[in-house]
């Protein structure tokens, strides 16, 4: 009875640690970046005008488009839409964190339109990958060897 408990509380306690991490990452080295401040913006600095309709469209297909196009499979329909939208925002999470520190050009990590979009598209990355193992994996599986 009690592996039972500890199978089913792995996931929950894995993704709560996760993001407790990551608040706290967030918030000791991330800030906005000057084009997306809007107390700092400049007019020459408009690149929210310039990438958000893009970054709207690639957000969309992130969170609504991917969950979706894997709802054909009848027994992981409902599971795929919930895992999607789950690795879709700790990938985003991940990717601007280790894009900043990677690309850090001032003391702190910058968030704007622009590394928002480039987290997308990491998560992207990893959702189609996702795609590929929808059904042979669990969400706890990795590391493991495939039957």
Known sequence: MASLWMS?????????ILQIIFVVLFGLTV??????????SSSKTNDVEKYYPMFQDVHVMIFVGFG??????????YS????????????????????GYFHKEHD???V??????TADFA?????????????????????????
């Open 8 to 16: 089913k509380l792995k996931l929950p306690l894995l993704l709560l």
């Open 31 to 40: 800030e906005y970046d000057d084009s997306a401040d809007a107390k700092r």
């Open 68 to 77: 979706f196009l894997m709802t054909f499979l009848k027994r992981y329909g």
């Open 80 to 99: 795929s839409v919930g895992f999607n939208m789950l690795l879709g925002a700790l990938v985003i999470q991940w990717a601007i964190l280790v894009l």
């Open 108 to 110: 702190k990590v910058q």
């Open 112 to 117: 704007g339109i622009t590394s928002m979009l």
């Open 123 to 147: 998560a992207a990355a990893v959702l189609i990958t996702f795609g590929a193992l929808l059904g042979k994996v669990g969400p706890l599986h990795i590391g493991y060897e495939l039957n």
